[in-house]
């Protein structure tokens, strides 16, 4: 269970600086300060895995995104190795992991004060929701949130929504990660991606049955995922209270979190003033992962843009 004086696992973040090799020098939060995120001059992104993914599904995003940005993955609560506490349904709720994001941030630097570097917040599907949930809680209180990435994400449980994730949460405890899986394929990935893409989805299989194989750990990782699909489930979060800029990117086979639904967090936005912009793409849910084509068309542009106003304004201050 995780306490408030929690330490991170070695093995549950990774910071790779853009002046850095990929394949290997990566900065421990113990080495790494605030005052030397600032070295290259380049803004962070943190990436925010998806429902039960863990900082490794971004493995495919990260070489695109690599030359221009800072980045920051790491596992939330019930996600990799990372700890959790229960509250009072037994979820892992959608405040623990806003707290553990701002935790993380306090850790590494980004946020404390106006000498911190800029930084940007992208997520994917639950992720993206944490990001939306932190920035309603903690906007105020944070320095340098320059704009949200949100993929594939919601802001309120609709009740069509609700049932596909209770049919998940079912699937979980009658028939392990196996049935799990197979309950979520088509909800997760899009129609183009499955029919394109049948031996990756094989392999993806193989890990959920391979997990059911030791029984004991089989037991464990049901009763987490058990808890992180009934987080999913529950709460809301409160666009009006975020003035930070939004780009909304959803997938045109999204069938979990349909274009409707991200029209409706946009046109919401947008009545009361809000900065947003709304993306539909190829792809399905994780339309993000399937084509990471998507980062260099959408989100790069998207982050630059607002990079280079930040960057304006701050010589228009000096």
């Given at each position: 269970m995780m306490e408030d004086s929690a330490c991170f696992r070695k093995d549950s973040y990774r910071l790779i600086l853009t002046d850095s090799k990929l394949s290997g020098d990566m900065a421990s939060f113990k080495t790494?300060?605030?005052?030397?995120?600032?070295?290259?001059?380049r803004s962070w992104v943190v990436l925010l895995n998806g429902l039960l993914a863990s900082k490794e599904s971004w493995d495919a995003i990260i070489p695109t995104l690599h030359p221009h940005f800072n980045i920051a993955i790491y596992d939330g609560p019930g996600h990799g190795k990372t700890d959790f506490t229960l509250d009072s349904d037994g979820a892992i709720g959608l405040d623990q992991h806003s707290h553990y994001l701002k935790y993380f941030l306090d850790t590494i630097g980004l946020g404390l004060d106006k000498e911190s570097s800029p930084f940007f917040l992208v997520g994917i599907s639950n992720g993206a929701r944490v990001g939306l949930k932190f920035a309603e809680m903690y906007e105020e209180h944070v320095h340098g949130l320059l704009a949200l990435v949100c993929c594939s994400t919601y802001n309120n449980v609709?009740?069509?929504?609700?049932?596909?994730?209770?049919?998940?949460?079912?699937a979980n405890e009658v028939g392990g990660n196996s049935l799990r899986f197979e309950v979520a394929l088509p909800w997760i990935?899009?129609?183009?991606?499955?029919?394109?893409?049948?031996?990756?989805?094989?392999?993806?299989?193989?890990?959920?049955?391979?997990?059911?194989k030791d029984l004991v750990k089989s037991k464990e990782y049901q009763a987490r995922s058990h808890a992180l699909i009934l987080g999913a489930m529950k709460s809301s979060v409160d666009l009006r209270k975020i003035n930070t800029p939004i780009c909304f990117i959803v997938g045109d086979e999204d069938v979990l979190t349909p274009l409707n639904e991200h029209q409706k967090m946009h046109e919401a936005r947008l009545?009361?003033?809000?900065?947003?912009?709304?993306k539909n793409v190829n792809g399905g849910h994780a339309c993000l992962l399937e084509y990471p084509q998507i980062v260099t068309d959408e989100v790069i542009p998207f982050l630059n843009s607002i990079t280079n106003g930040h960057q304006k304004k701050v010589e228009e201050f000096l």
């Open positions: 790494v300060s605030h005052t030397s995120h600032a070295r290259n001059g609709s009740k069509p929504l609700f049932h596909k994730l209770q049919s998940w949460l079912m990935w899009g129609e183009s991606f499955i029919n394109s893409q049948s031996a990756l989805i094989d392999s993806y299989r193989k890990i959920a049955k391979d997990q059911d009545c009361i003033g809000k900065k947003s912009l709304l």
